[in-house]
């Protein structure tokens, strides 16, 4: 989702809530014959479905070998127009999943954003990718989605469980989005400061790119099923720390304000966040103050082979 708020608080990894359009566009459904069976990534729309598909081209999967899925497929016709196969799918109208699935291979599904929905529309694709024949599906879930105590990681652990039961499955527990934080870097710079309620916690936040550049690693090496993967950052840090980050970067001084649970609530209601975002975020910036969003597993880097971003690096880019 994008930022609701001019405050300068942290936000929740997003997906597209593009809507259903009935618009007819000529681009390619189907996957050329003698093309090996297709990598299908939903929400190609949403930004790490994009970056995704991007990751998988430059690993040297041919365009006609991917199949690119969204609600509002007229968001992507500029991936039909590179040769990318383009199929609509909305997990909330099963009918659509057949076809937008037919003759996968591997499927990523990428974690929908309407929570009390999310399960239900998780186990529609998860059975289109099995009616289909897939013999992987990778699915983004979150950091440590078997003990986080945030209402997220709930429905993560359902998903989760039902993949296991279904077909071999990779656990893509993605942790926070760094561009959580960049994103909002004019508000922060404009206010001076850095909200929260995170405490000292540690946060392994990586970019996009990054979680995306993993999942391509993913879909086109074998050894991953049954695979879970704690996906993090190798450079974790503390808002404080971003903030001085921030500084270092800009030559402004930022501070970091934590407040108790409760004030940062009321601060995300003044600025006008929805009351169940809100309880999403605070309950996010708690699970951090407890270490919940670090990790030093390393799996980030060597699926990508190479470091990850770091702090630096992001907040450098998202200021170019």
């Known amino acids: 989702m994008s930022n609701p708020t001019s405050a ?13 359009t009935s618009a007819s566009t000529s681009v390619p459904t189907s996957v050329p014959t003698g093309v090996p069976a297709p990598i299908v990534v939903t929400a190609a729309s949403g930004q790490l479905g994009r970056l995704t598909v991007e990751a998988l081209l430059a690993r040297g999967v041919p365009a006609s070998g991917i199949v690119a899925t969204s609600r509002d497929v007229t968001r992507i016709e500029d ?13 909330a109208e099963p009918d659509t999943l057949p076809a937008a699935f037919e003759g996968a291979d591997k499927v990523l599904l990428i974690s929908t954003t ?9 186990r529609r694709a ?7 024949g897939a013999s992987l599906v990778a699915y983004t879930s979150m950091l440590r989605a078997d003990t986080s105590s945030t209402a997220l990681a709930a429905t993560h652990r359902a998903t989760e469980e039902y993949l296991r039961e ?3 499955g990779v656990m893509l527990r993605n942790g926070w989005y760094v561009e959580n934080y960049t994103a909002q870097l004019p508000h922060i710079l404009r206010n001076g400061a850095l909200v929260g309620a995170a405490g000292q916690g540690r946060i392994s936040a990586a970019t996009r790119a990054d979680y995306a550049d993993a999942a391509a690693a993913v879909l086109t090496t074998g050894g991953h099923a049954g695979n879970v993967y704690e996906l993090g950052a190798d450079e974790a840090f503390t808002l404080a720390g971003l903030a001085a980050a921030i500084s270092a970067a800009t030559g402004k001084r930022i501070t970091y304000t ?4 409760d004030e940062f609530a009321r601060t995300l209601a003044d600025a ?7 309880e999403v975020l605070v309950g996010a910036e708690l699970a951090m103050k407890e270490g919940e969003l670090f990790t030093d597993s390393g799996d980030l880097r060597r699926l990508i082979g190479r470091p990850t971003t770091t702090p630096a690096e992001a907040i450098a880019a998202a200021l170019a």
């Open 8 to 20: 300068s608080t942290s936000i929740p990894p997003s997906v597209p809530t593009a809507v259903p």
């Open 79 to 91: 991936l039909a127009d590179r040769g990318v196969v383009v199929r609509r799918a909305d997990f």
């Open 114 to 122: 309407t929570v009390d929905e999310r399960v239900a529309n998780h």
């Open 126 to 132: 998860i059975d289109a990718a099995v009616a289909a």
């Open 166 to 168: 279904r077909v071999p």
């Open 258 to 261: 934590d407040l108790p649970a």
């Open 272 to 278: 006008g966040v929805p009351a169940e975002l809100a």
